[in-house]
DNA sequence: GTCTATAGTGGGATAGAC
DNA sequence: GTCTATCCCACTATAGAC
């Protein structure tokens, strides 16, 4: 045996996430993340056939992470309480993780992105009365990842946000309950 | 004069315009661009100097579209439906030209993201009773920009928003009215 | 002062040896 | 399974033509 096993694709997608997490996306590049793992470039290419496929294993990494981070703040609350700790944690990674939680976006959605959805939907329910309330779950989502993203990208200038994030949250899921 | 002047920053700008409408922010490269100039891509550099600048040229570009496409609809309406108008724009704009609408967070706000800002804020005074509700108008403006961003990039999946739009739009602005 | 030509660097991807 | 070698393409920088 010339080449003994060195790499799995876990370990690969694991080195491909610090990657991004010390330095954006761009950082993500074939030489510097088969460097970190001891191999050559081109033996990448025997796990994830190119670049894109990466960057979904990252955004797989990343969704997983966020998923169990609200998971953790839901536990011990509920009704409002817990909705809103569980969208103060999408907040709270968006900010930790800027560039972990930009590449949620730069792939199609996987498995994990189900739980993520699944647990907006389970916290809705106190709050709206309905159970699957999909169109809540979907104008929720979007206040939250709209506003992460604005933050992020600097367009609320110096003056910054000035409350809008919990009057958003309070008018939305007031406006929802009727 | 040996070498006429062929080129000015704003018919650098447009074409750039140009190659990013019709293939994305990657398609923004020196070369091509300077190929529908005419010229060789180092003369682009006299007047940009990197290709940093010339994205926040186009981002001006694509701002200053979007904000007259935002004013043009809410001529000859007021107050609720003067607001549903422009925010329909917004998403309109997101689906007609989704390369240009993900180069407004590409660059630092500049003067044409201020008009965008303030079309907004004038929007929101009649339905929430207050002048420059600066929370508001994060609020909305997060909701608007959350929901274009999640469908761009696909993850609504195959069932789509199922109306989440019209009921987050509606319970947003019926609760900032509180 | 503006443009051309070119050299240098680095990334993604593939072929074929071991 | 991993390697070397290589191709193609992109951005940067600079020397020099006009």
Redesign the pocket.
Known sequence: ????????AAAIAAAARELVRAGGR?A???????ASL???????????????S?EGAVAELAAAELADRMEGKRKGRRGGAALKAIAGEYLAYSREEPALFAMLLAAQPGPESKRLWNLLLAALEPVTGRADDTAAAVALWSFLHGFATLEAAGQFGASGPRGGYERGLSALLAGLRL
Do not use: C
């Open positions: 045996m010339a080449y003994p096993l060195r790499l799995d761009q993500l590049s074939l030489r510097p993340l088969a001891g191999v050559r470039a081109p033996s990448l290419y025997r796990y994830y056939p190119d670049r894109e990466l």
